[in-house]
């Protein structure tokens, strides 16, 4: 199993349950990243269930650290509604990946402005905070 991509994903249910409503949507798009990822579909359902704790994310790459970052700011859009506790909660991630918080608020700001290469430049040549 996959221990990067579990965690990603844990990541991604506990930012879909911020708003206390887990979307359609949502749900949808972590299961599509599973199948992109051939990761087991019913520790999925387990992890919806039951979301393990955070922990530490230092274990991933700097690719994998702000693809992730990128795929929690498309899941906060997905169900076309962006609530201040899911913005809270990435925040808190985009610092955990070694990101200024900020870097949330330039990727909502950007969404649709800039392509998703101009976006990856963007914040790591700018928000990075090592």
């Known amino acids: ?11 991604l249910i506990q930012l879909a349950h ?7 949507e949502e749900r949808e798009m972590i299961f599509k990243i599973s199948r992109e990822r051939k990761f087991p579909e019913d520790i999925v359902t387990a992890l919806i269930r039951q979301p393990e ?16 970052l990128m795929d929690c700011v498309e899941l906060i859009f997905i169900d076309q509604r962006v609530f201040e506790s899911e913005v809270i909660f990435a925040r808190g991630i985009a610092m955990r990946l070694g990101y200024k918080k900020e870097a949330v608020d330039f990727l909502i ?4 402005k800039l392509t998703h290469e101009e976006l990856v430049l963007q914040v790591t040549s700018n928000f990075s905070s090592n």
Do not use: R
């Open 109 to 112: 700001e950007n969404h649709k």
């Open 18 to 24: 911020a708003d206390k409503h887990f979307a359609a």
């Open 1 to 11: 199993m996959d221990l990067i991509t579990k965690k990603q994903l844990n990541v």
């Open 53 to 68: 704790p955070i922990g530490s994310l230092a274990v991933m790459t700097d690719s994998q650290k702000i693809y992730h």
